[in-house]
């Protein structure tokens, strides 16, 4: 016997209507790295645009800066952690694989009993989030999504490789995606590239690598068209972007993607985030992290239409227009 | 496409991803010692040469490429 069921009443559409985000205290300096591994701030500034990243004692966990992002993020959006039926938490720096970070985030923050996961897809986690909550709300599975991406990536570092040390840092940033009457995220465009699985890995002894010319290629080759992509399944020109947040990987990537963009007509007075100056590589956290400190800087507003572009280990990718809370 | 049509085009791709006059991209000019060019910018180029010329410019192809006369013959030798 043939069984009908009963489908969710989604949304007809999904937006970002609140974020936030969190950093550990402590500034770590190119200097302060110089006196440790054979490099100097010339040349971290000249080849990733990095000046300064914050970085987690052992007293600040990853869940400690989720569960703060995503608090401020709740609050940000008006809203209550009663009204969160979702946690999701984009991160690929669990010290541990079981449990997983979002039910003690949702606890810690007060959301009770949310449906709760976490999603891995390294530094293009935060749009892959992005895009599975806004299609989680569509199609009526959630009311509200706190999407987070959270990392501690200190606790993956080699210290003595002057390769990785300079370019990465600890960070959360956070998003609630709520229903909308029009599309106000747009559709994902993404895809991954695994036969470049060994070009951002952690070795046997757990820390990360990277082969840094190899990753250089591919993302100035290969992101500036799939962001394209996503602006055309948005419905929009790339002249319609008003700011462009790359996941903040490296200011010589940031810099070419936004200059294949402008070449194929994106505005010259395009903001480009350029938050990896004094956060560093934060993965996952980068792209949240970025927009929440321009909006607090004025350089993004209300209304904005912005271009998220996220890409990473795996490698993979992804992208979406999205409007400014 | 012969050599001076190379250098014209790898001249306007130098300028558009380092910054360097055009006119001051010449065939006798290191990417490295004479132009301020360094090895992230020359991935940039050979990524845009590529698409431009449709040849295959590999990393340890590129480590050869010294001079601006080394990548025009090398874009010459493997055009299509």
Known sequence: ?325 | MNNEDILTDLAAIVEEVAGVDAADVTADKSFVDDLDIDSLSMVEIAVQAEDKFGVKIPDDQLANLKTVGDAVKYIGANLK
């Open chain 1, 1 to 325: 016997m043939t069984r009908t069921l009963r489908p969710a009443e989604g949304s007809p559409g999904a937006r970002i209507v609140g974020i936030g985000s969190a950093q550990p205290q402590r500034v770590v300096t190119n200097h302060e790295l110089a006196e440790r591994v054979d490099t100097n701030d010339e040349w971290i500034r000249r080849r990733v645009g990095i000046v300064t990243r914050r970085i987690a004692g052992p007293e600040q966990s990853l869940v400690d800066l989720a569960s703060e992002a995503g608090g401020k993020a709740v609050a940000d959006a008006g809203l209550s952690p009663s009204d969160i039926d979702t946690v999701l938490v984009a991160t690929c720096t669990m010290p541990y694989s079981i449990p997983h970070s979002a039910s003690q985030v949702a606890e810690r923050i007060g959301i009770t009993a949310p449906g709760a996961f976490d999603l891995n897809a390294a530094c293009a986690g935060f749009c892959y989030g992005l895009a599975t909550a806004s299609d989680m709300i569509r199609s009526g599975s959630s009311g509200h999504v706190l999407v987070i991406g959270a990392e501690k990536l200190s606790d993956i570092l080699d210290w003595d490789d002057r390769a990785t040390s300079v370019i990465f840092g600890d960070g959360a940033g956070a998003a609630v995606v709520g229903p909308a009457a029009q599309p106000e995220i747009g559709p994902v465009a993404w895809g991954s590239a695994g036969d470049q699985y060994e070009v951002i890995r952690t070795t046997d002894r757990g820390h990360i690598f990277q082969e840094g010319q190899a990753v250089f290629r591919w993302a100035t080759s290969k992101i500036g068209p799939f962001a394209r992509r996503a602006v055309e399944l948005a419905g929009l020109q790339p002249s319609d972007i008003d700011v462009l947040i790359p996941h903040q990987a490296n200011l010589r990537i940031i810099e070419a993607i936004a200059r294949q963009l402008r070449a194929a007509g994106a505005r010259d007075d395009m903001v480009v985030a350029d938050d990896i100056v004094d956060s560093g590589n934060t993965s996952s956290a980068s792209i949240p992290l970025a927009l929440d400190h321009m909006r607090a800087a004025g350089r993004v507003r209300s209304g904005d239409v912005m271009l998220l572009v996220g890409f990473g280990a795996g490698l993979t990718y992804a992208g979406q227009v999205a409007l400014c809370p």
